[in-house]
């Protein structure tokens, strides 16, 4: 305990109440707030007089609160003082003692007491900063990660999201599907970089900005311009980008036309095997020519799940080592997964559960990024 003092009288007699009692409590004495900055580190409770020669009534509790709010602070006040003492606890003191007024058990008693209340309310304020961070989580969670608009009983869309397990920050990561009025469906991953409140309010006002150009039945290209101006506007940085893939899936559900913005393509399961779906690469959102959006048709046969995904799928360890898994691993572990007969309808929600759990047994365990993985399938059952 630090006690912060400068009438010697005083201190002699808090340190004889403390031995009276057997206080199992190392004092330590000095007679300024300046004397004390140079200690505090190694104190769990301060014992506070107000009148120090270097501080005026309530600055020694204020300085104590806005530096050294770990702290536990008891006031130490003459009697002229005591309604003083008690505005003193309203600043943020634990407790506060009259001199004269005071024995060696009370005050052992005070000082004890003033050290768990501290912990308690640092315990209750932990909490109450845990549940607004998770409340505030799933509001962007709900944005992020929406129900899909699909009304064709022919086509299957299954989803996983993770937050990545190393830290508590919500990332960027989006998706979203939306069956258009012509009867195309469009499909959207994307990922914002970095991690916090921010990049996932930036992936939120992506999503929905997305799905009201689709609903609005503008031409991909301007979907995708117009996503760039709103990130472009959004961006609490400039350096921020966000990757994003999108597939466009014909009213046949046997053609699509396929985006890749800075993004890993898509994999696609048939009959024959797993592969990638291609197209011209171009930079992620935020950076290049906004109005450039080159794409590939891409032919997707008549039973087919396409697997898109973001790159904390891909980005987890393989083994001890630096070596990552990266898209033609993701290719193999997914070729390895397969059940027999797929793709078949039902068999998608299996599939994703068993890769991202062989992705997280390579890595050793939970992976450092978010991931985000959207599987549509069409056809019928498995001949």
Not at 299 to 326: A, N, Q
């Amino acid at each position: 305990m630090l006690l912060i003092e400068d009438d010697d009288g005083d201190a002699l007699l808090v340190e004889e109440l403390l031995i009276d009692v057997g206080a199992s409590v190392e004092l330590q004495h000095v007679r300024s707030l300046a004397e004390a900055k140079t200690v505090l580190p190694g104190a769990v409770c301060v014992l506070l007089d107000l009148g120090l020669p270097d501080t005026h009534e309530l600055d020694g509790v204020r300085w104590l609160q806005e530096h050294r709010p770990e702290v536990a602070v008891v006031v130490l006040t003459g009697l002229a003082d005591e309604y003083l003492g008690e505005v003193a606890v309203r600043a943020g003191a634990q407790d506060y003692l009259v001199k004269g007024q005071v024995d060696g058990q009370l005050l052992n008693r005070v000082i004890r007491y003033a050290i768990e209340r501290l912990r308690s309310e640092e315990v209750q304020r932990e909490l109450r900063e845990a549940r607004i961070y998770a409340e505030e989580n799933t509001r962007l969670e709900r944005g992020l990660l929406p129900s899909p608009l699909v009304s064709d009983p022919g086509l299957r869309v299954v989803s996983r999201y993770s937050p990545g397990g190393q830290r508590l920050l919500l990332g960027g990561d989006f998706f979203d599907v939306v069956e258009a009025a012509d009867g195309w469906v469009h499909a959207v991953v994307g990922d914002v970089c970095g991690h916090g409140p921010d990049e996932a309010a930036l992936g939120v006002s992506m999503r929905v900005a997305w799905r009201t150009m689709v609903l609005a039945a503008r031409p991909m290209a301007e979907v995708l311009t117009t996503l760039d101006q709103v990130f472009t506007h959004e961006r609490h940085k400039k350096a921020l980008f966000t990757t994003l893939t999108m597939l466009s899936v014909d009213p046949t559900r046997t053609t699509a036309r396929l985006y890749l913005a800075g993004h890993p393509p898509p994999l696609i399961i048939t009959p024959d095997g797993v592969g990638l779906l291609e197209a011209p690469l171009r930079p992620p959102v935020g950076i290049g020519d906004r109005e450039w959006w080159p794409s590939s048709e891409v032919s997707l046969g008549g039973r087919w799940s396409v697997l898109m995904y973001t790159d904390g799928l891909i980005e987890g360890r393989i083994g001890e080592g630096s070596t990552r898994l990266d898209v033609d691993g993701l290719v193999r572990l997914v070729e390895s997964a397969l059940p027999t007969g797929y793709p078949a309808p039902g068999a998608e929600e299996g599939l994703l559960d068993e890769v991202i759990d062989r992705v997280r047994a390579l890595n050793g365990g939970d992976l450092d990024d978010d991931l985000a993985v959207l599987a549509l399938a069409a056809g019928g059952q498995a001949r």
